[in-house]
């Protein structure tokens, strides 16, 4: 089938480059600064001593998902920058252990935590803890379900990230077409609030049909290639898949291959953007992700945290940048963004 293409979203997203940029140079030229202080002040964003250095603990459930080891590679760079200390951890995939890890993280009496929860509710009795006991505590990407136990969110707005892939998958098939999708973790905020999203902009469409392939359990190739094979059991007649991150939708592709369906005769769309899922992009085995910018998230997260040291506030949410990637304007957007931009 042929599909038209549009890399315009339906509404337009908020862009912080500018601002990231600056904070960038600004904790480059302040941690080559640094290197010739003898004592344990850092100089925050405006030009002033913020005090002594900070130490900072990162934690993420899955390392093997590229968003998690760059928002964790950019909130290094940017604590670097400052004078501060980092130490990070990843989960693996369970919401006990990574509560353990920050039980064991909080006896070390770090500064700051910036976490992306796995379960919304499973973490906020240890993150109110830390926030009980004097700790910053920053949500990236995901959150938990008490506001009071973290100081700020810092993400882009999920539930509007499921209604623009939603809403590329309707203008290329015209408003008509059978789709499918395949989620991630069942009580993950990130899962739920993209269902909602794609929800509020399917269920508006008569002429869109909508079969569900529930929860894969994880954000695995392996677990895209089986929910997959399991919803094309159901109905093998779709024109489109939509699912929650790029490797279930690289395992979604080989699970179309496996049953001698071109990639081109469906319609995929993932989340993440990263090296792997763009080289599918460039091929068109997966025609449209939106990468979470998870670098400049991790620069927007450490300059959030920053002003809250600096000036005792900040805003409970901060809205972090994404970007489309089609197959049209991939080979473009690569050469002309950077990682502090969205690489």
């Given at each position: 089938?042929t599909?038209q293409?549009?890399?315009t979203?339906?509404?337009?997203r908020?862009?912080y480059i500018?601002?990231?940029g600056?904070?960038?140079?600004?904790v480059?030229t302040?941690g080559?600064?640094a290197?010739?202080?003898?004592d344990d002040?850092?100089?925050g964003g405006?030009g002033?001593?913020?005090g002594?250095a900070?130490?900072?603990y990162?934690?993420a459930y899955a390392?093997e998902?590229?968003y998690?080891?760059d928002w964790?590679?950019?909130?290094?760079?940017a604590?670097?920058?400052l004078?501060?200390?980092?130490?990070s951890e990843?989960?693996?995939?369970?919401?006990e252990?990574?509560?353990?890890?920050?039980?064991?993280?909080?006896v070390k009496?770090?500064?700051?935590?910036?976490?992306?929860?796995?379960?919304q509710?499973?973490?906020s009795?240890?993150l109110q803890?830390?926030t009980?006991?004097?700790v910053a505590v920053?949500?990236?990407?995901?959150?938990v379900?008490?506001p009071?136990?973290?100081v700020?969110f810092?993400?882009?707005?999920?539930?509007?990230?499921g209604?623009?892939k939603?809403?590329y998958?309707?203008d290329?098939?015209?408003g008509?077409g059978t789709?499918g999708?395949?989620?991630?973790?069942?009580?993950?905020s990130?899962?739920?609030?993209?269902?909602k999203?794609?929800?509020e902009?399917?269920?508006?469409e008569?002429g869109?049909?909508v079969v569900d392939?529930?929860?894969?359990g994880g954000?695995?190739?392996?677990?895209?290639?089986?929910?997959?094979?399991n919803?094309?059991?159901r109905?093998?007649?779709?024109?489109a898949?939509?699912?929650?991150n790029d490797d279930l939708?690289?395992g979604?592709?080989?699970a179309l291959?496996?049953r001698?369906?071109?990639?081109?005769?469906?319609l995929?769309v993932?989340?993440d953007?990263?090296d792997v899922a763009?080289?599918?992009?460039?091929?068109?085995?997966?025609?449209m992700?939106i990468?979470l910018?998870?670098?400049?998230e991790?620069?927007?997260?450490?300059?959030?945290l920053?002003?809250f040291?600096?000036e005792?506030s900040?805003?409970?949410r901060v809205i972090s940048e994404t970007?489309?990637?089609t197959t049209?304007?991939?080979?473009?957007k690569?050469a002309?963004?950077?990682?502090?931009?969205c690489?």
């Amino acid at each position: 089938m042929t599909h038209q293409t549009s890399d315009t979203p339906r509404n337009p997203r908020r862009r912080y480059i500018p601002v990231l940029g600056a904070f960038v140079a600004l904790v480059l030229t302040f941690g080559l600064a640094a290197c010739g202080d003898d004592d344990d002040s850092t100089t925050g964003g405006d030009g002033t001593t913020s005090g002594e250095a900070k130490n900072v603990y990162l934690n993420a459930y899955a390392q093997e998902i590229q968003y998690f080891r760059d928002w964790q590679d950019g909130a290094t760079a940017a604590s670097d920058g400052l004078g501060w200390s980092v130490e990070s951890e990843f989960g693996n995939v369970t919401p006990e252990q990574q509560v353990q890890q920050i039980e064991n993280a909080l006896v070390k009496q770090p500064d700051a935590i910036l976490v992306t929860p796995l379960d919304q509710e499973s973490l906020s009795p240890v993150l109110q803890q830390a926030t009980d006991q004097g700790v910053a505590v920053i949500t990236v990407g995901a959150n938990v379900a008490n506001p009071d136990s973290y100081v700020s969110f810092v993400g882009r707005d999920n539930i509007e990230l499921g209604r623009e892939k939603a809403q590329y998958v309707v203008d290329q098939l015209e408003g008509e077409g059978t789709v499918g999708i395949v989620r991630g973790i069942r009580g993950l905020s990130f899962s739920e609030d993209s269902a909602k999203g794609y929800a509020e902009v399917l269920d508006a469409e008569p002429g869109i049909e909508v079969v569900d392939g529930g929860f894969a359990g994880g954000f695995s190739g392996d677990l895209g290639l089986k929910q997959t094979e399991n919803l094309l059991t159901r109905n093998a007649d779709l024109d489109a898949i939509i699912y929650d991150n790029d490797d279930l939708a690289l395992g979604g592709v080989e699970a179309l291959k496996s049953r001698n369906i071109q990639p081109d005769d469906v319609l995929i769309v993932g989340t993440d953007g990263g090296d792997v899922a763009l080289d599918a992009v460039e091929k068109g085995d997966i025609d449209m992700t939106i990468s979470l910018c998870g670098y400049a998230e991790g620069l927007l997260a450490i300059d959030t945290l920053n002003t809250f040291f600096e000036e005792g506030s900040v805003s409970d949410r901060v809205i972090s940048e994404t970007e489309m990637f089609t197959t049209e304007n991939v080979e473009a957007k690569q050469a002309e963004l950077t990682k502090e931009e969205c690489a």
